[in-house]
């Protein structure tokens, strides 16, 4: 399995306690191609050193010989990075980065089952990657904004034209960011939370 | 620490089938990662280590996929043993807030307020 064997603590600091008051959790999940700056930015907004969980997957193997009635399934193990904020004395936020290969997220059905929303994670250089990831969450129906990590060789498009190139509605947010910058992460996470704001006071149009 | 069990494959499927006793998890309770748990009451001698281990690091709310991180145990099974410990009442869950379709705004404005301050 994917563990770090060399780094994860075995228990919690005792500077890693929540308050004991806290009572609600919250959850947003970070999705991108690889290397895009999800753990980073996991890390960079993260008040406990971000720890790992996973998760082994199977699935039926599609297309393989009849080996005598014996099934063959592959197993497969989704890593998950993650960090957390405390918002208040009863109020706390996890985030989870997706550091394995994109199309097995989506078979981890808990990690965006009841998350608020999803940050996709985008590096001009490899706008494609993205594609498919955001098919995911449109059709799960899982509310994102786009973020654009800004590395220091990445070619600057307008916004105009990115959201042309993603295919993206008009009304889903694209910001710029730098993954590495507290603040700048922060932000990201106050954009979706502001189109998440505004998706629950807009009126939903009556069917005809 | 680490001698006596170096021969122990960490994620060998043996070692999870004998910690959660060949359970793959029931549908009574509805575990999140972001489940917090909270002990209820100390480790008692004679248990097993990765349930002491949970009771000890559960003085304080803990999400388990927290637990789950610092006891190198897929989410799945940290859950089959968190569920356990509800069963005997051992730790109190706090279910996290789920969003359905949409989170509730006061629940988006208590975020923001939190994010603000950062």
């Known amino acids: 399995m994917g563990f770090p064997s060399s780094e994860a603590p ?20 970070i999705v991108g191609g690889f290397g895009v700056g999800k753990t980073t930015m996991v890390g960079a907004v993260s008040e406990i050193r971000p720890l790992t969980t996973e998760e082994t997957m199977t699935q039926a193997g599609v ?7 014996v099934e063959q399934k592959t197993a497969t193990t989704v890593a998950m990075d993650f960090g957390r904020i405390s918002l208040s004395d009863q109020l706390v936020l996890y ?32 706008l494609a990657a993205s594609f498919d990831v955001l098919g995911q969450l449109e059709e799960r129906g899982v509310p994102f904004i786009v973020a ?20 993206l509605p008009e009304s889903v947010p694209i910001v710029n960011c730098d993954a590495r910058s507290r603040a700048s992460s922060r932000d990201v996470l106050l954009s979706l939370m ?11 149009p009556e069917p005809l | 620490m680490t001698g006596a069990h170096a021969s ?17 998890g029931g549908a009574a309770v509805t575990l999140d990662l972001v489940t917090l748990i909270v002990s209820r009451s100390a480790p008692q001698p004679g248990m097993q280590p990765e349930q ?32 356990d410990l509800i069963a005997d009442r051992r730790v109190e869950a706090r279910a996290p807030v789920m969003a359905t379709s949409l989170p509730d705004p006061e629940l988006l404005k208590a975020v923001m307020y939190g994010l603000s301050k950062l």
């Open chain 1, 148 to 167: 654009i990590n800004a590395f220091p060789d990445s070619p600057a498009h307008p916004v105009s034209q990115l959201r042309t190139a993603l295919d």
């Open chain 1, 95 to 126: 985030l989870f980065g997706t550091p394995g290969q994109e199309r097995f997220w989506f078979l981890w059905d808990g990690l965006f089952q009841g998350a608020l929303g999803a940050v996709v994670l985008i590096d001009t250089r490899r």
């Open chain 1, 10 to 29: 075995a228990e919690p600091r005792a500077q890693d306690a929540l308050a004991p008051s806290v009572n609600t959790a919250v959850k947003i999940v």
């Open chain 2, 52 to 83: 002491a281990a949970i009771l000890r690091m559960c003085q304080y709310p803990l999400s388990i996929a927290e637990i789950s991180a610092y006891l190198r145990l897929p989410f799945s099974a940290a859950a089959v043993l968190v569920a």
């Open chain 2, 8 to 24: 122990w494959d960490e994620g060998s499927p043996e070692r999870l089938y004998v910690i959660t006793g060949g359970r793959s």
């Open chain 1, 194 to 204: 502001r189109y998440l704001f505004t998706l629950t006071t807009t009126p939903v």
């Open chain 1, 63 to 69: 297309g393989v010989d009849d080996l005598a009635g």
